[in-house]
């Protein structure tokens, strides 16, 4: 459980968010504040625009309507503005995404140069640090493919935590994974929500999402059915929608 809540404002802001695809709407006047420090987890049933929602907070998909605020910024969706907010979030997707023909430290290095402009050492010796944080020193000349995928996915949290992010967003990002090696990324996300990073996360591990969250948000149908700590979210819901959805997992 991360302990270091900001005491100012939401690091995320959300007002309003709708979100439709031609005539389906996918997101229905969502409002959702994230405080820096905190770690907040995504549930609920396939469909219900969890995944959306997140890609929405970093520009990758565009809101029909509403605001959204990172780190006291609002999101515009010209290109200055989508760099200059995408400086401030790091982004674990369910598919690894890693450059194959680059190693290891060229794949955590590559951006902090041309993005951050560090110089090779300086990228280098933030890279070599987060790889040791996610355990992964011995892999630094090793390419994408010769590693598992639980190594790959550990990397690309490396990567991504490169770029000094002040929010991380992660999709889904053990659901690629054979289920030996979920763990190992689970662990790495854990020791992050320790340190006090703020983060979102879209997961089914509901294991992870009791013992790292500190708050649970149930999505379905367009909105928030519910949200709180997560022994209320998860031992007892209160929304028909979340009793139903919480019924169901039990049944898997």
Known sequence: MSTSHGQGGPLVSMRGIVKRYGSATVLDGVDLDVAEGEVVTLIGPSGAGKSTLLRCVNGLERISEGTIE???EQLSYGEKGLNRLRSRIGMVFQSFNLFPHMTVMDNLTVAQREVLGRSKDEATTRGA??????????????????????????????????????????????????????GEVLDVMRTLAEEGMTMMVVTHEMRFARRAADRVVLLADGGIAEQGPPEQVLDSPTSERGQAFLAQLQEH
Do not use: C, W
């Open 129 to 182: 640090e987060l790889l040791e944080r996610v355990g992964l020193a011995h892999k630094a000349k090793a390419y994408p493919d010769n590693l598992s995928g639980g190594q790959q996915q550990r990397v690309a949290i490396a990567r991504a935590l490169a770029m000094d992010p002040a929010v991380m967003l992660f999709d889904e990002p053990t659901s690629a994974l054979d289920p030996e090696l979920v």
């Open 70 to 72: 990172v780190a006291g």
